[in-house]
């Protein structure tokens, strides 16, 4: 037996390295990349609007941008502080997202490809 091949249970022998080629076409694995994609995907197009709006208004808003909110704080400043706080929420929302959806099934896959050995 080859250091790709299988045992008829479908798991790598141990020791071997599994076939990386095979790895990616499985169902468990399609599915892993397919729930990562389904969050960054969208998740970087949505923050990538509002960057754009964000630098769009601060270069043909001028007014709009520097209209006073209270005391030297503009519009401006607030959406330029919303960056950071935009940038900390998807953190935060990718860390759930990554615990609650891609952790487990991408522990299982590859305790099932290290034959338990993890």
């Known amino acids: 037996m080859s250091t790709?091949?299988?045992t008829s249970d479908g798991t790598t022998p141990a020791g071997a390295a599994p076939d990386w080629v095979e790895?990616?076409?499985r169902p468990e694995f399609v599915e892993l990349r397919r729930r990562l994609r389904g969050?960054?995907?969208?998740?970087?197009?949505l923050f990538l609007a509002w960057y754009l709006a964000y630098v769009l208004l601060a270069d043909y808003a001028h007014d709009f941008m520097s209209t006073k909110v209270f005391g030297n704080?503009?519009?401006?400043?607030?959406?330029?502080?919303l960056q950071f706080v935009s940038?900390?929420?998807?953190t935060t929302l990718y860390v759930r997202h990554a615990?609650?959806?891609?952790?487990p099934r991408a522990e299982?896959?590859?305790?099932?490809?290290?034959?338990?050995?993890a």
């Open 108 to 117: 299982a896959l590859r305790d099932e490809l290290e034959g338990g050995r």
């Open 73 to 81: 704080v503009n519009v401006g400043l607030i959406f330029g502080l």
């Open 23 to 25: 790895v990616q076409s």
């Open 39 to 45: 969050f960054v995907f969208p998740m970087a197009g």
């Open 87 to 90: 940038t900390f929420a998807i």
């Open 99 to 103: 615990t609650k959806n891609l952790d």
């Open 4 to 6: 790709t091949e299988n």
